[in-house]
T-cell receptor, first 111, second 116 residues
Framework: AQKITQTQPGMFVQEKEAVTLDCTYD???????LFWYKQPSSGEMIFLIY??????QNATEGRYSLNFQKARKSANLVISASQLGDSAMYFC????????FGAGTTVTVRA | ETGVTQTPRHLVMGMTNKKSLKCEQH?????MYWYKQSAKKPLELMFV???????ENNSVPSRFSPECPNSSHLFLHLHTLQPEDSALYLC???????????????FGPGTRLTVL
């Protein structure tokens, strides 16, 4: 069974606008971590943001914020004020006993 | 060198060749990982090493053979590969296999492998 679901294969966003990337997960563990990674065309996976299952506040890192809804098992990534350099593939991942990745969402930022 | 490095960045090989991918981490981490990323598929965890011992092998064919001589280096030896093995192979490291939820993995740039 798929643990991480990203339903948006691709998205277009206008420069300077915000974009929300969806992620839902499935686990029976109480303790787990949620990650978002960015993968530009160069291939390297770049860590963006982390949310622990016991964290009460939504995580924020600069222009990235994670909208964590535990009851819905949802961990959406919000990128504010999009920049051309944000064009990349974005992966949601969950660590319970190992790191499992979603299929990814391709984001293209238009000028 | 900082972070996680991988060599080569690109590799083209025939099905009868033997080659090796190399990963090196400069972060003082104790766990290292190999992932395979094929087109339009989620990242697949292949192998996990913790303190130089293999702790996970996700039903990977024997034509892929990992080696972890020390906590800083990880190799993936390849032999008699198939065209469907063409993919991006990513190496990652983390501080350890955390019991708690936080286990940030740092990734290398990957080796893009093409099997002819």
């Amino acid at each position: 069974a798929q643990k991480i679901t990203q339903t948006q294969p691709g998205m277009f966003v206008q420069e300077k606008e915000a974009v929300t990337l969806d992620c839902t997960y499935d686990t029976s563990d109480q303790s787990y971590g949620l990650f978002w990674y960015k993968q530009p065309s160069s291939g390297e996976m770049i860590f963006l943001i982390y949310q622990g299952s016991y964290d009460e506040q939504n995580a924020t890192e600069g222009r990235y914020s994670l909208n964590f809804q535990k009851a819905r098992k949802s961990a959406n990534l919000v990128i504010s004020a999009s920049q051309l350099g944000d064009s990349a593939m974005y992966f949601c991942a969950m660590y319970d006993y190992k790191l499992s990745f979603g299929a990814g969402t391709t984001v293209t930022v238009r000028a | 060198e900082t972070g996680v490095t991988q060599t080569p960045r690109h590799l083209v090989m025939g099905m009868t060749n033997k080659k090796s991918l190399k990963c090196e981490q400069h972060l003082g981490h104790n766990a290292m990982y190999w992932y395979k990323q094929s087109a339009k598929k989620p990242l697949e965890l292949m192998f996990v090493y913790s303190l130089e011992e293999r702790v996970e092998n996700n039903s990977v064919p024997s034509r892929f053979s990992p080696e972890c001589p020390n906590s800083s280096h990880l190799f993936l030896h390849l032999h008699t590969l198939q065209p469907e093995d063409s993919a991006l192979y990513l190496c990652a490291s983390s501080q350890g296999l955390a019991q708690a939820s936080y286990n940030e993995q740092f990734f290398g740039p990957g080796t893009r492998l093409t099997v002819l």
